[in-house]
């Protein structure tokens, strides 16, 4: 069946580089898009970026100069990369499947990430 | 950026009817869908396309609405039905999710 997990750091400190990996199974990451999904503490829901099936990124502005999304279709593994991490870019981390238009039908448990000196 | 409004809270009583409403800043066509979140879960799809109920999903739930305003549907409303609510568009890039209802049970 279709899984997503999400690992990472967890504890980040200012202006450090976030790393985070999406590992996927059940579906094929060149016939599927990849989502990450962020959500602050106690807030609600943003969209960060998409890796598509033929491998195009789309960003969402707010983070678009600090943010890279890649992938190992090998390893069926999606990337996030985020720099010059501040506080306030604390909080759960979920990557999810989806396709242009569609919704975020499959999402993994979530990575708690907290930037803090 | 297309900016979906929902109310913050609702309480309502089991075996009752509830809605839940979200308003688009711009029209979203029928690219509407919506999520459930329990605390401390990922958050999980409900509704696609403004009406389709996901494989799985109580027929309790059903959703409407096109254009911008959408309206999510529980009835009756169960006790596990405890959650958060959030509606998301898909027309506009960015792809943007609304603030949540968050329903309490009285």
């Known amino acids: 069946q279709v899984q997503l997990e999400e690992s990472g750091p967890g504890l980040m400190q200012p202006s450090e580089t976030l790393s985070l990996t999406c590992t996927v199974s059940?579906?094929?990451?060149?016939?599927?898009?990849v989502g990450w999904v962020r959500q602050p503490l106690g807030k609600g829901l943003v969209w960060m970026g998409t890796i598509w099936a033929g491998g195009s990124t789309n960003y969402n502005s707010a983070v678009q100069s600090r943010l890279s999304i890649s992938r190992d279709t090998s390893k069926s593994q999606v990337f996030l990369k985020m720099n010059s991490l501040q506080p306030e870019d604390t909080g759960t981390y979920y990557c999810?499947?989806?396709?242009?238009?569609?919704?975020?039908?499959?999402w993994g448990q979530g990575t708690l990430v907290t930037v803090s000196s | 950026d297309t900016v979906l409004t929902q109310s913050p809270a609702l309480a309502v009583s089991p075996g009752e009817r509830v809605t839940i409403s979200c308003r688009a800043s711009e029209s979203v066509s029928t690219l509407m869908h919506w999520y459930q979140q329990k605390p401390g879960q990922q958050p999980t799809l409900l509704i696609y396309l403004a009406s389709n109920l996901e494989s799985g999903v109580p027929a309790r739930f059903s959703g409407s609405g096109s254009g911008t305003d959408f309206t999510l549907t529980i009835d009756p409303v169960e006790a596990d039905d405890t959650a958060t609510y959030y509606c998301?568009?898909?027309?506009?890039?960015?792809?943007?999710f609304g603030g949540g209802t968050k329903l309490e049970l009285k």
């Open positions: 059940g579906f094929s990451l060149t016939s599927n898009g």
């Open positions: 999810a499947r989806h396709y242009y238009g569609s919704p975020f039908a499959y």
């Open positions: 998301q568009q898909s027309w506009n890039d960015p792809w943007t």
